[in-house]
């Protein structure tokens, strides 16, 4: 069984910045690519960055481009984002994805949330 474990979620003031952290387990998972997403209050669940373990490419949405930056820890299947200069309107619960080894890149696994707030 895989879980995905994420931290580092909280309250911050506008132009702040927040590290969240996920740890993917299960005895025999690997995966290929672990990404972030997140939802706000009445929205849908909205991508936020990504990175693929193959040569470290990395993705972001438009709105955090700049900002945010996604990194793979030391550890296997461990990634961090780092979110600078928040707004507002980046105050969501932001999930933890993970996709299993394989051909194509689908985010079969998710970790419970974690809340970050930025109060204006």
């Known amino acids: 069984q895989v879980q995905l474990v994420e931290s580092g979620g909280g309250l911050v003031q506008a132009g702040g910045s927040l590290r969240l952290s996920c740890a993917a387990s299960?005895?025999?998972?690997?995966?290929?690519?672990m990404g972030w997403f997140r939802q706000a209050p009445g929205k849908e669940r909205e991508f936020v960055a990504e990175?693929?373990?193959?040569?470290?490419?990395?993705g972001y949405a438009d709105s955090v481009k700049g900002r945010f930056t996604i990194s793979r820890g030391n550890a296997k299947n461990t990634v961090y984002l780092q979110m600078n200069s928040l707004k507002p309107e980046d105050t969501a619960v932001y999930y933890c994805?993970?996709?299993?080894?394989?051909?194509?890149?689908?985010?079969?696994?998710w970790g419970q949330g974690t809340q970050v707030t930025v109060s204006s």
């Open positions: 994805a993970a996709s299993p080894m394989g051909p194509w890149v689908k985010y079969d696994y």
């Open positions: 299960g005895r025999t998972f690997s995966s290929n690519a």
């Open positions: 990175i693929r373990w193959s040569g470290g490419t990395t």
